[in-house]
């Protein structure tokens, strides 16, 4: 797999973020199941999981906590990318 970023993220409804990636796909993923450990715990909050932004790698929050992009985009592609996808 060659190097992996996000280049747009758009949130959807509770922990779920719509993620476009570099090599054009797009999906949405569910982090619910994946806010454990303290550096994640103020996620738990729908508020504060909305706060996130775009670096130009991927998704952060304001007390610095972040996703791997790989992660993201194997999540991604578990949980299915968007219809409008070919392969």
Known sequence: MSLIWITKAVY???FKVELTFNDGIVGTVDLKD????EVFKP???VAFFKNFELDSW???WPNDSDFA????YE???KQGVNANNSF
């Not at 994946?34 to 450990?37: K, P, Q, S, T």
């Not at 992009?69 to 993201?72: A, W």
């Open 43 to 45: 996620l738990n909050e």
């Open 69 to 72: 992009p790989e992660f993201l």
């Open 12 to 14: 959807v409804e509770g």
């Open 34 to 37: 994946h806010l454990e450990g």
């Open 75 to 77: 999540l991604a592609m």
């Open 58 to 60: 991927t998704l952060t």
